[in-house]
């Protein structure tokens, strides 16, 4: 008679090879701290610094949980270090930063110019003269990070040196064994760290909804909307205000501002392909 047998083992987990870039993920506020200290050894790794952002549109630094900033704490960045970044309308200018908010990979830049692998006409209007001057370092690798909800966060990573210009082969070794982790940290800081009053209501938009609220987001009344579209203007106000209900919005501005979270305004009314019409029923006579 065949026997089979199953034999069972204690699961090691200190000999289980781990994912690659599970560590750096943040599932409480407790995880901050010691994530972003792995995430500083393996870029430390490279030989490189790191300094991030999960926000953008605020510069707000990433705190651990007992709120100390984590590139210092983590990072390793002096109070001098960080207080020039710490100038939000001077750190908003700086063409890093700028370029993580058109580029969707991650690139390297120094006077000479901005390194990417594939062409983008929004880096080519960046104004490289502020590199090298403060908070911009002379060159920097740029991993920008966009998100769910429209919020983008960045990594700058540079040389222990700050006076290297040249991140060439840093960048070509560094740029993609690096950027998962470094995706990872910020995605899932942002997740732990977003406030839940101001995140919209995942509203599923009728696509005349969101033809009226696209013309809203280019500046059209509601009487040149109807014009645009053949409809009436009370039909109009309908829709929009259907669309407002819908994102759970207070108002036109926040409605519009809330279907850019969720992407439904990310192309030109223009050019949106018309919407199929069904087929009109056979008729039985």
């Known amino acids: 008679m065949a026997t089979n047998v199953l034999e069972l083992r204690r699961f090691d987990s200190n000999g289980a090879t781990p994912h690659p870039h599970r560590d750096a993920m943040i599932r409480t506020p407790d995880d901050i701290l010691p994530a972003a200290q792995l995430l500083a050894r393996k870029v430390e790794g490279h030989g490189l610094r790191i300094m991030v952002w999960h926000d953008l549109a605020t510069l707000a630094e990433p705190v651990d949980i007992d709120g100390t900033p984590i590139n210092a704490a ?5 109070e001098d270090e960080l207080a ?5 309308d001077r750190a908003m200018r700086s063409p890093m930063l700028r370029a993580a908010r058109v580029a969707a990979e991650p690139l390297w830049m120094n006077r000479g110019g901005i390194h990417s692998r594939s062409a983008n006409r929004l880096l080519e209007q960046i104004d490289l003269a502020d590199i090298g001057t403060t908070p911009t370092p002379e060159a920097g690798i740029v991993i920008p990070i966009h998100m769910p909800l429209g919020q983008v966060g960045a990594a700058i990573l540079t040389a222990p040196d700050a006076g290297t210009i040249d991140l060439a082969a840093a960048f070509a070794a560094s740029a993609a064994p690096l950027a998962p982790a470094i995706w990872q940290f910020i995605t899932s800081y942002a997740s732990v760290s977003r406030d839940e009053r101001y995140l919209p209501t995942e509203g599923l938009l009728s696509p005349r909804e969101l033809e009226c609220l696209s013309w809203v987001a ?5 009487y040149e909307i109807s014009i645009i579209l053949g409809c009436s203007h009370a039909g109009v106000r309908y829709h929009v205000t259907r669309a407002c209900a819908k994102l759970g919005a207070v108002n036109r501005a926040q409605s519009v501002f809330r279907a850019a979270q969720l992407g439904y305004l990310g192309v030109s009314p223009e050019m949106r392909p018309e919407p199929r019409k069904p087929l009109a029923a056979a008729r039985i006579n």
């Open 74 to 78: 983590a990072f390793g960045w002096s």
């Open 218 to 222: 280019h500046g059209k009344t509601d």
């Open 84 to 88: 020039p970044w710490r100038e939000v």
